[in-house]
């Protein structure tokens, strides 16, 4: 029987943050992911520099081996209109990664003892904590295994009641003909955003790879929307006419509706587990980071006692970061479709706001200073 005092289920960001953040507490950290890394990974892939930070992430020494694509503007707009460009002078305002580096990158710096190629299968209660798959004794698991993660459904957190997000995305490596015709800027992705306002659309160049997406609220017919943004970028030579048809879709929930319990007896969820990502943005890599952050000075302020009264602090915490979850649609969900749907065609039209709404504060997050290292 194996004994550890923090199981990490998940080695994506999250999972790897909360062990590298608690590599010098003196517990005995595991972190186990039923994949062997690298491993190819469903995401857009771009981070702010905050997130860089927070990571304690040498720049230069990551893209020694590293695809980063450093970004200094966005092109916006609606699907059918004109996009709206911004530039922004000086240092990158975020940078493309390719997440099965990026990840990788993380785990093997973490500091843990891995356990990967191996999936999760059970988790029973002892007196200790729990007893994982029948061999690993437990003090506390956490789970960060994402949207679908399966600690989570095994305390019963994952609710049939979820409005996920849906997207569906590519990442391929071009071939000479493809980079020479490419007309995306590496340094300025853009995004589309549907007239009916359930999602957005990206083309994002790094390097010689190519990242081509599509999420929606509502996923009736996703793969039928994909189709069809993909038509249409073709029609406007942004993509190549052989482009890859096999598209890869993920899940994720948006943080005001997610309604998923956070933690339990000896257990918590961090990242897409617990249901993160920005509301208007989807993007999930920096939440999960500091998710991790934030339960990593709960954990240790614990001394052992991973009791769900002791672990309580944790949901306040992400509370004070992230503000209170709104199950309910707010005042602006409430608007008849007809008003926001007018207003977002004149707004998105406007520099003003693709630039310091869209931008700034859904992508770029740049109101939110960053958490620091304990």
Not at 124 to 146: F, H, P
Not at 299 to 320: R, S
């Amino acid at each position: 029987m194996r004994q550890v005092d923090v199981l990490i289920v998940g080695g994506g960001p999250a999972g790897s943050t909360l062990a590298y953040t608690l590599a010098k507490s003196g517990l005995s950290i595991v972190v186990m992911d039923k994949e062997t890394f690298p491993r190819q990974k469903v995401c857009a892939g771009w981070v702010t520099p905050a997130v860089m930070q927070e990571l304690e992430i040498d720049l230069q020494d990551y893209a020694k081996q590293n695809l980063l694509q450093p970004i200094h503007g966005f092109r916006i707009g609606q699907l059918g209109q004109k996009l709206v460009e911004s530039q922004y002078t000086g240092e990158p305002v975020s940078y493309g990664i390719r997440r099965i580096e990026f990840d990788h990158y993380l785990l093997q710096r973490c500091g843990a003892e891995l356990i990967t190629g191996t999936a999760f299968d059970s988790m029973e209660k002892t007196d200790q904590g729990w007893l994982v798959n029948g061999s690993i004794e437990a003090g506390l698991v956490v789970g960060a295994g994402g949207h679908f993660c399966p600690v989570a459904r095994a305390i019963g957190s994952k609710g049939v009641s979820e409005l996920a997000v849906a997207a569906k995305e590519i990442e391929f490596e071009m071939n000479a003909q493809q980079i020479a015709n490419c007309k995306i800027d590496g340094q300025k992705p853009e995004l589309y955003f549907t007239p009916d306002l359930k999602g957005y659309g990206w083309i994002f160049r790094k390097g010689d790879y190519l990242n081509i997406g599509l999420g929606r609220e509502d996923k009736s017919k996703l793969s039928g929307h994909v189709a069809d943004f993909c038509r249409y970028l073709k029609q406007q030579g942004k993509i190549p006419e052989d482009t890859p048809e096999k598209f890869h879709g993920h899940a994720y929930l948006l943080y005001p509706h997610a309604i998923r319990k956070v933690f339990d007896d000896r257990v918590l969820l961090i990242g897409d587990a617990v249901g993160l990502a920005y509301p208007q943005s989807g993007e999930g890599i920096r939440p999960a980071v500091e998710s991790a952050m934030l339960a990593a000075k709960i954990i240790v302020d614990c001394k052992g006692d991973y009791h769900a009264q002791q672990l309580q602090g944790y949901q306040d915490e992400l509370e004070n970061r992230f503000g209170e979850r709104q199950p309910a649609p707010d005042m602006m969900e409430r608007l008849p479709m007809g008003i926001k749907r007018l207003v977002a065609s004149q707004l998105m039209k406007t520099h003003w706001f693709t630039r310091n709404v869209i931008t700034d504060r859904w992508f770029l997050q740049s109101q939110q200073k960053p958490l620091t290292q304990n």
